[in-house]
């Protein structure tokens, strides 16, 4: 397998334009999160979904954020519109359950977004 | 709620020398802990996991941790550090599983001939 393929690996936009990441987890895997990491506040969890459901949505910051996942193989986190403060890596992460726990994420190689 | 300490933002070290990286962690309940390492412009890959059972836990690349639960801690140990082993490492902490990781702040670890 691959592992888990983001795209673009780097996006610079002007503030005010949607912004999309998209996410493929690993073929298999039930569980997908989205992390966002910056040298201020480190990784921090938006959202996370199970068998394309999200169960937890505490992370993600404000309305201007929208995470969606149609079907098992694919993952997008929107952000409309974007601002100079939504720089940061944007990591999508994948794993299985079992046994009722997660077992181990496996992280991509994230998005390295920058808003101008 | 969990939280994470990482005291150290950066170790630096000679090759072959031994290496603590420290982490504490804060919370309520039962914990599960971790350790991830990043390489530079990579994403995170997990080196070890305490769940339960054993309290030293050895994970990849010679690493090994141990969970100190009347301390709070969980410090990543190797006995003999490589320049290759130069990453940024994150301690992580869940009450989960791996459902909600609530991660440390990363110490970077510098290794020099």
């Known amino acids: 397998d691959a592992g888990v393929i983001q795209s673009p690996r780097h996006e610079v936009t002007e503030m005010g334009q949607e912004v999309t990441l998209r996410c493929k987890p690993i073929s298999g895997h039930d569980y997908l999160f989205w992390y966002r990491q910056t040298m201020m506040r480190g990784l921090e969890l938006l959202i996370y979904?199970?068998?394309?459901?999200?169960?937890?949505d505490s992370g993600m910051p404000e309305d201007r954020f929208s995470a969606k996942m149609p079907n098992a193989s694919f993952s997008t986190l929107k952000i409309q519109p974007s601002e100079p403060r939504d720089s940061a890596v944007y990591f999508c992460?994948?794993?299985?359950?079992?046994?009722?726990?997660?077992?181990?994420?496996?992280f991509g190689q994230g998005t390295r977004l920058t808003v101008v | 709620a969990q939280s994470v300490t990482q005291l150290d933002s950066q170790v630096p070290v000679f090759e072959e020398a031994p290496v603590e990286l420290r982490c504490n962690y804060s919370?309520?309940?039962?914990?599960?802990l971790f350790w991830y390492v990043q390489y530079p412009n990579q994403g995170l890959q997990l080196l070890l996991k305490?769940?339960?059972?054993?309290?030293l836990v050895k994970g990849i690349n010679g690493f090994e941790a141990e969970f100190n639960k009347s301390q709070t801690s969980f410090h990543l140990r190797k006995p003999s550090v490589h320049i290759s082993d130069t990453a940024e490492y994150f301690c992580a902490v869940s009450s989960t599983g791996f459902q909600k990781l609530v991660f440390g702040t990363g110490t970077r670890l510098l290794v020099s001939p």
């Open positions: 992460a994948s794993s299985f359950s079992l046994a009722g726990l997660g077992t181990e994420a496996f």
């Open positions: 919370s309520s309940v039962s914990v599960y």
């Open positions: 305490y769940l339960s059972g054993s309290t």
């Open positions: 979904f199970n068998n394309n459901v999200p169960i937890d």
